[in-house]
């Protein structure tokens, strides 16, 4: 991703990484994390020569030092794709840091004098893809199955007393020690390789639609960002399919009479049980395994972090958006998503808009357009075979080792390996091998618990403090596409941050995301945790929402982020839901107190605060 030109000095800037102390507690808080990872004081001169913003939008909570492991392969493999695999002409990849325990970013520029060597290589490679989409996904689809199989098929237990005769017999030569290593560094590797097919298609899908979105601007001068995005809107996605699960439990569940047993869902189990054992139960209860795998690999977080909560582990989660939509369905509400009437609207705005071209430039346009739908679905359902999927998997397994070192004695809490990083893991795992191996008491008992402790109480007070928006002097000009369309960060954006927009007072700017108005109380939630507070009418505010929110939407009028732009996760979701949103406020869920009217117009990006 290209750098712009850095700002004239006059101009008002965010706060310097070194200038920032960390809330109190949390002294210390950069040994917990690998020294590249943060800001080093021997770097000063080089680093606040950058602009960094907070990525909220995916990180948007303090990242304990084992979950990094998100940012680092996801935003890793991003460049690589960027700037080895397809060499996208004008874009490499993204730095990152971690500043007070949150995830910061930086474009990186490619040199002007390589974009023109570029352009052809990106045209051979990226062709490729665009003129064989759909077998390529095919085999991708098999690809990423059989890595999450092998994620599957990794089990992490206790060393045994012995190694089983049958081994010695056999003369296998080794223990189960060394497959306790392998298997971790194994996992590991998965991870890493899953989350490089993540982005085989994404950010050709990213580049479709922008292509589509340049020729649009040259050729529609005055056409609204929202009108391009309405013009790929109304596919059938497979990140949906969750909820539409759940839509479908809920119906079954009124048909044939089950509805009582949904008043309180606090017990998945006593509820299940209840399920399976009544007499209209059996078609309830076989459309409940059918769910389980792939689609309750779903979390109500985003898949960074292992606190996230999967339906597949914490049936009550969804049992209990299952008998939220019961409810509307016997207050007579209409809980389909209506894609037709979605399409409707698409094909509209593209007859209008096709209607003004003629000729080459109508082919143009049909080919750019035809494109941009074709791979548009993959934006959103990667989402759901990686974030959520995989790394569902990924996190029940390392659970399962940190719950398994915890029984060890290594450290008090069953997920308190969170705040080791991978490498420290690994030597844990050494010596709790070696101890094994030697037939004495392993080393990290008497260590880790303590340190473990310290660890807890630092990333707890960093937890007290929000994070800057940004970091350093911002660019003159913010012209770099993935920025503006990903993250909503505009010119605009940078000074209401600064408080130097013009937005009058009593108001918020951000993105319009997703059109029509809406009125009503404020509903402000930091976490997946508080989805349950949300109540009929309210307008949700939030640092950002995740597609596996779509449950509540049915509820709600509308919805306000802090962050994210036109092709963020919150946008297309509120678009498909046809819901009113505006993305990228900045500073929405702190300013904003739930109760408090709101007005949301989703198509000019303006909140206003009625009271």
């Keep these: 991703m290209s750098e712009t030109t850095v700002a004239a000095p006059a101009r008002k800037t965010f706060p310097s990484p070194y200038d920032q102390a960390p809330p109190a507690g949390a002294e210390g808080w950069k040994e917990l994390y690998a020294y590249n990872l943060v800001f080093q004081d021997n770097r000063r001169q080089i680093e606040e020569a950058k602009f960094w913003f907070c990525d909220s939008q995916h990180w948007p909570t303090v990242t304990k030092p084992f979950e990094t492991i998100g940012f680092e392969f996801a935003v890793g493999c ?30 990186v520029a490619v040199d002007p004098a390589e974009i023109e060597a570029r352009v052809p290589q990106f045209m051979e490679r990226a062709g490729h893809y665009f003129q064989n989409w759909e077998n390529l996904l095919e ?24 190694i089983a005769l049958q081994d010695v017999l056999d003369g296998k030569g080794t223990g ?26 994404l950010n050709l899908g990213y580049v479709a639609y922008l292509d589509l979105f340049m020729f649009c601007k040259e050729a529609f001068p005055r056409i ?26 809920a119906k079954i569940a009124v048909r044939d009479g089950l509805t009582a047993l949904f008043a309180d869902t606090s017990d998945a189990e006593a509820t299940l049980t209840a399920l399976r054992t009544h ?9 409940w395994a059918a769910a389980q795998d792939p689609w309750f690999n779903f979390t109500t977080g985003n898949g960074f972090y292992a606190h996230d909560e999967y339906w597949r582990d914490v049936p009550s989660i969804a049992l209990g958006f299952i008998a939220g939509y019961i409810e509307r369905l016997q207050a007579g509400a209409d809980i389909d998503r209506h894609v037709a009437e979605l399409v409707a609207e698409r094909d509209r705005i593209t007859t209008e808009y096709a209607e003004l071209l003629s000729g080459d430039m109508l082919d143009t346009f049909q080919g750019k357009l035809g494109l941009a739908r074709t791979v548009y679905p993959y934006v959103e359902n990667h989402n759901f075979y990686i974030e959520h999927w995989t790394m569902g998997v990924f996190w029940r397994k390392i659970r399962q080792l940190s719950a398994l070192l915890q029984q060890q004695g290594f450290w008090p809490g069953a997920g308190d390996m969170m705040y080791l990083r991978r490498d420290e893991v690994r030597e844990v795992l ?24 310290r660890r807890r109480g630092i990333v707890d007070a960093l937890s007290t403090a929000r994070p800057q928006p940004a970091l350093n002097r911002p660019p003159a000009v913010i012209t770099e596409p993935f920025t503006l369309m990903l993250w909503g960060i505009t010119d605009d954006q940078i000074q209401n941050w600064l408080g130097t927009g013009d937005v009058p007072e009593g108001t918020l700017k951000g993105m319009a995301a997703s059109p029509g ?29 995740a597609p596996s929110w779509g449950p509540i939407f049915g509820k709600i009028r509308a919805t306000v982020t802090d962050i994210g732009g036109m ?45």
């Design 279 to 287: 007499p209209s139960g059996g078609a309830w209860s076989e459309a």
């Design 430 to 453: 050494f010596d709790y091998v070696n101890g094994w191996m030697v037939g004495a008491p392993a080393i990290g008992p008497d260590y880790w618990p303590t340190e473990v402790e």
């Design 78 to 107: 991003l460049g690589q794709y960027n700037s080895r695999q397809l060499l996208i002409p004008t874009a490499n990849g993204i730095e990152y840091r971690i500043h007070n325990g949150y995830v910061f970013m930086s474009p």
């Design 517 to 545: 108005v809406a009125e009503g109380p404020a509903r402000v939630i930091a976490t997946a945790d508080q989805l349950a507070d949300v109540q009929e009418g309210e307008i949700l505010v939030a640092p950002v929402t």
């Design 567 to 611: 092709m963020s996760h919150a946008a297309i979701v509120c678009r498909e839901y046809g819901m009113p949103a505006v993305t990228g406020t900045g500073t929405a869920s702190s300013e904003i107190r739930t109760g408090q009217r709101l007005r949301v117009d989703g198509n000019t990006g303006i909140v206003t605060l009625i009271d």
């Design 224 to 249: 609204p960002d929202q009108a391009i995005a309405t013009l790929v809107q109304g596919v059938d996605m497979e990140l949906f399919r969750p909820d539409d699960e759940l839509k479908k439990l």
């Design 176 to 201: 189960p020690a060394t497959e306790l290593l392998a298997d971790y560094d194994r996992l590991i590797a998965l991870a890493y390789r899953a989350w490089q097919y993540h982005f085989e298609f």
């Design 139 to 162: 085999q991708w689809h098999r690809k990423l199955r059989a890595t999450i199989d092998e994620m599957e098929a990794i089990e992490f237990t206790a060393l045994p007393d012995a």
